[in-house]
């Protein structure tokens, strides 16, 4: 049964989330826990060494002031200091090595799981949606995994501190005052020594549990602040770091737009904002009363431990020893109830961080070996294939049946929303079919191994994706290639004019964003480097998806006749708004509102007056009546 949404969370559900938590970031990175832990140990304890140290030194001060015996402290508590300074240097030099590439991991965790599952789910906004708040949790406030391993350190810390402190102060409460020291007797008496421990204990717990209290406040408000940072993160920057939009910007005063989210006072994290007037309020509060308990707890252990020694229950230097040591064991049961509060608090997060790294991977993909043909002899079927995307109750295509041919050059034409594009997801099985299947040499593509049968096909999407990474490796898709061969490729491509003209070649980096020598590349440039890599890949199907719509329908129409003759004996899908591009194709589908109504040749299709291809050759002809190179494509 599911819990309602304002019920909260155990302590026990709490923890089984941190703990699951854990293990998935121990998993990723166990070298860095291994030298935090070190870390964590050494830090901890040593720092005992030296407050004994000193205690024994003062009070052979106070005391006999042997020479020998000050000078041997002396030189021990130097020597020591000496040799753990030096130790927890190279402890800490270890941990920030491994330490440096957390945050590297993390997103790459993220962006690992991101590639790893089923692209319905990728494709899902649900999944973005979710992802975003994870990011804006982290770098708002630090949630989920980071405080997870922030706490992680103040945790152990605190609990091996912790056992140091009891160690060194034990005997604050065994050792007896003498029998002589009148009134002060008392301080033996165990009635006392508990009442004085349990205040302690009191006034331990409650400081960290009003901070806590105090926390908890700002985590609850956590979409808040998270949606104030997405508006800041984009309306704050839209001048610096967008700027595809500076030309609109200046013309419209985009500006103006931006200062409703960038108010002075009223904005959500400035002085009359919601979480200021949280801290006026609640949360200044706890905080406050936090503060003066701490101070309280201070207090109480100097008038402890002073009352013994004026009654002689121990010298001046074990004051120092045992005021450190009790504030030490107090501040450290305080992180203890902090973090384990934080833990609570953070639980919420770390659930939301679970949900995204348990979404499943339920395509199924089968296991039998494509068939690698020198002859290319590979073919595929739609056999009645309909599909409707998750969540939407309206088919994107219905009924389609359809079979390529070996070394086919087809067409895929029809208005905006008609299908098309999903029709090619389908085909490089992105999606799976709602209805009917899809074939290759017969078998259902599902039984194929599912990364083999994703090496038939290379694509050029409509929204394809340079990175910022040098020209050679955007064609090869790795950064160890056939230079020749990339080159080949890209003056295929109509790239190759424009590749003289770079000082670098193939070690140019394209855009600015790592280095000041970037070449930034207009939008006809980046899709002849796209169509490269197509070439490149060398897969027996090529598929342009709207690959040139940058391009003027001259300049497209002369790529797509250039490229059919490059594609060879390969079987090649072509999608454009543009039917003048499609004239070379040996045959043309037509799609309208999800099904194929109209497959033929160019001829035949537009013989036909009342039909779908007709009407949309004719549509776009009538804007290129004026245009004497363009109108010979339409003749």
């Not at 935090?36 to 140290?53: E, F, M, N, Q, R």
């Not at 979404?359 to 039998?368: A, R």
């Not at 068939?371 to 088919?395: A, H, L, M, Q």
Request: proline share 2%.
């Amino acid at each position: 049964m599911s819990k309602k949404k304002d019920e909260k969370m155990t302590f026990g559900e709490a923890l089984k989330i941190n703990l699951r938590s854990f293990k998935l970031l121990y998993d990723k990175m166990p070298s860095m826990y291994i030298a935090k832990i070190i870390g964590i140990v050494w830090s901890a304890l040593t720092p005992y060494v030296g407050i004994y140290l000193s205690a024994l030194l003062i009070n052979e001060l106070s005391g006999a002031r042997d020479p020998k015996r000050l000078t041997t402290l002396v030189v021990l508590t130097l020597t020591s200091a000496a040799l753990i300074t030096l130790v927890s240097i190279l402890f800490n030099k270890w941990k920030d090595l491994k330490e440096s590439a957390f945050w590297y991991k993390i997103y790459k965790m993220f962006s690992d799981k991101m590639l790893d599952m089923d692209f319905v789910d990728e494709d899902d906004p649900k999944t973005h949606q979710l992802l975003s708040t994870i990011y804006q949790n982290i770098n708002g406030s630090g949630w989920g995994l980071y405080r997870l391993y922030r706490g992680f350190d103040s945790l152990l810390s605190s609990i091996l501190s912790l056992f140091g402190g009891i160690a060194m102060t034990v005997t604050l409460f065994t050792r007896r005052v003498p029998d002589s020291a009148g009134a002060y007797t008392a301080l033996n008496n165990p009635l006392f020594i508990v009442a004085i421990i349990a205040l302690m204990l009191a006034v331990t717990f409650i400081s960290p549990m009003l901070g806590s209290k105090g926390e908890s406040f700002y985590a609850q408000n956590a979409g808040q602040h998270n949606l104030a940072n997405r508006l800041f993160g984009f309306y704050g920057f839209l001048g610096s770091h967008y700027p595809e939009a500076a030309a609109d910007a200046r013309i419209y005063r985009m500006d103006k737009i931006c200062e409703v989210f960038n108010k002075d006072k009223t904005g959500t994290f400035c002085s009359k904002g919601p979480f200021a007037k949280i801290a006026k309020k609640v949360t200044g509060f706890y905080s406050a009363g936090s503060a003066a308990v701490s101070v309280i707890f201070t207090g109480c252990a100097y008038v402890f431990v002073c009352m013994k020694a004026l009654a002689g229950a121990f010298g001046i230097g074990d004051v120092t020893q045992y005021v450190s040591s009790i504030t030490r064991v107090s501040g450290n049961v305080s992180s203890i109830v902090s973090c384990i509060g934080e833990m609570k608090n953070n639980a919420e997060f770390l659930k939301i961080t679970l949900e995204y790294f348990d979404i499943p991977n339920n395509m199924y993909e089968g296991s039998l070996s494509v068939e690698k043909r020198s002859d290319r002899n590979y073919e595929i079927e739609f056999r009645d294939v309909s599909f409707k995307y998750p969540g939407s109750d309206t088919y994107s295509l219905r009924h389609v049946n359809l079979k390529f041919k070996i070394g086919e050059k087809l067409a895929v034409v029809g208005q905006n929303g008609s299908g098309k594009t999903t029709f090619i997801k389908l085909l490089c099985r992105l999606y799976d079919p709602t209805e009917g299947e899809i074939l290759l040499n017969g078998i259902n593509i599902r039984k194929y191994n599912y990364n083999e049968y994703m090496n038939v096909f290379s694509v050029v999407f409509q929204d394809f994706k340079l990175l910022s990474y040098t020209l050679g490796a955007n064609v090869a898709v790795s950064e160890k290639y056939d230079g020749a061969r990339v080159k080949k490729c890209l003056t295929e491509a109509g790239f190759g004019d424009r590749l003289e003209t770079l000082d670098d070649g193939l070690d140019t980096y394209l855009y600015k964003d790592f280095t000041k020598k970037g070449v930034t590349v207009s939008g006809g440039e980046a899709q002849k480097i796209a169509l490269a890599r197509t070439l490149y890949k060398d897969s027996p199907f090529i598929i342009l998806d709207e690959p040139t719509a940058a391009l003027d329908p001259v300049a497209e129409a002369e790529i797509y006749t250039k490229f059919s003759e490059i594609v060879g004996d390969k079987t090649a899908v072509y999608i454009s708004h543009r039917l003048s591009s499609c004239r070379f194709c040996d045959e043309i589908l037509v799609f309208s509102e999800g099904s194929v109504v109209e497959q033929g040749t160019h001829e035949n299709l537009l013989e036909n007056e009342s039909g779908k291809y007709h009407e949309l050759w004719f549509a776009q002809a009538q804007y290129y009546a004026n245009d004497e190179a363009v109108s010979k494509l339409f003749a």
